[in-house]
């Protein structure tokens, strides 16, 4: 199964973007997360444009609403290429089915579709206090989980710690993608010691680990944003990264 290291590429505009890839010309094209930041502020020429330069695409717009809007908006993204999308699963079932439906090109080619379960920002105090889910967040992460694999979904997005117990549920070859992923020695000064490990930035990811913990952990790919994009030599930690998460 295909393993690989995505750079969340978290700029507010083209220019950034662009500037911040100029490093990585005739090197190992990245795997790359466009959110909602960069796709609200661009559009999809900024897909096109990432994907003309030969880069995967994760387009993480993690869409949630009716199964028929989804349908149709899912449809749209198809076209436009992208390798990795993905939808909230508390859309239910229905909804991950018609998102599936709406991603398969008449060839039957479609890109890989992920669910996220619940955030990470979410605690299991205020999912059980504001969305009177009453269950453990464990629990619910589980059973969202298993909702994406019934709907045919190709695994979902989980902190790196969880990856296990969603293999255990789901299967192996039901993926994992992880953000959280901090280098060792800044590990220890952020999340939850609450200190800094980016210049000026107070570290707000608290369910963190290693590349090399989550690969053994079982992430399939590992989603990894300032670590790379920070750095003072983003290439070189694009490196570590895959060093440490492919073991090349
Ligand atoms: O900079 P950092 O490595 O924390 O970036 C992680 C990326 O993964 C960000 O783009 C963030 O939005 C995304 N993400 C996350 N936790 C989730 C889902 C997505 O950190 N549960």
């Given at each position: 199964m295909a393993k690989d290291v995505i750079i969340?590429?978290?700029?507010?505009g083209r220019q950034q973007t662009l500037d911040f890839l100029?490093?990585?010309?005739?090197r190992r094209k990245p795997f790359l997360k466009i959110g909602m930041e960069l796709y609200y502020a661009e559009g999809p020429d900024i897909v096109r444009e990432l994907k003309r330069r030969g880069h995967p695409i994760?387009?993480?717009?993690?869409l949630h609403d009716i199964p028929n809007t989804v349908k149709k908006a899912m449809r749209v993204l198809s076209s436009l290429d992208v390798d990795m999308c993905n939808v909230h699963a508390a859309g239910t079932v229905e909804m991950m089915r018609a998102a599936l439906e709406g991603l398969t090109r008449e060839d039957g080619s479609r890109p890989l579709l992920i669910a996220v379960t619940?955030?990470?920002?979410?605690s299991e105090e205020r999912m059980q206090?504001?969305?009177?889910?009453?269950?453990g967040i464990d629990e619910t992460i589980v059973k969202y989980a298993q909702n994406a694999k019934e709907a045919g979904l190709d695994g979902v997005v989980c902190s790196p710690l969880e990856a296990a117990m969603v293999k255990d549920a789901?299967?192996?070859?039901?993926l994992a993608i992880t953000p959280g992923i901090r280098f060792a020695e800044s590990a220890r000064d952020s999340g939850a010691s609450g200190?800094?490990?980016?210049?000026?930035v107070q570290d707000d990811q608290v369910r963190i680990t290693t590349p090399a913990r989550a690969r053994q952990i079982g992430s399939d790919y590992i989603v990894v944003g300032r670590p790379v994009t920070?750095?003072?030599d983003p290439v070189a930690a694009y490196g570590r990264c895959l060093k440490e998460f492919l073991n090349q």
């Amino acid at each position: 199964m295909a393993k690989d290291v995505i750079i969340a590429c978290d700029f507010a505009g083209r220019q950034q973007t662009l500037d911040f890839l100029d490093a990585f010309e005739g090197r190992r094209k990245p795997f790359l997360k466009i959110g909602m930041e960069l796709y609200y502020a661009e559009g999809p020429d900024i897909v096109r444009e990432l994907k003309r330069r030969g880069h995967p695409i994760f387009l993480d717009l993690k869409l949630h609403d009716i199964p028929n809007t989804v349908k149709k908006a899912m449809r749209v993204l198809s076209s436009l290429d992208v390798d990795m999308c993905n939808v909230h699963a508390a859309g239910t079932v229905e909804m991950m089915r018609a998102a599936l439906e709406g991603l398969t090109r008449e060839d039957g080619s479609r890109p890989l579709l992920i669910a996220v379960t619940q955030l990470t920002s979410t605690s299991e105090e205020r999912m059980q206090r504001e969305l009177l889910i009453g269950a453990g967040i464990d629990e619910t992460i589980v059973k969202y989980a298993q909702n994406a694999k019934e709907a045919g979904l190709d695994g979902v997005v989980c902190s790196p710690l969880e990856a296990a117990m969603v293999k255990d549920a789901c299967g192996p070859d039901f993926l994992a993608i992880t953000p959280g992923i901090r280098f060792a020695e800044s590990a220890r000064d952020s999340g939850a010691s609450g200190k800094t490990c980016f210049p000026g930035v107070q570290d707000d990811q608290v369910r963190i680990t290693t590349p090399a913990r989550a690969r053994q952990i079982g992430s399939d790919y590992i989603v990894v944003g300032r670590p790379v994009t920070a750095a003072p030599d983003p290439v070189a930690a694009y490196g570590r990264c895959l060093k440490e998460f492919l073991n090349q």
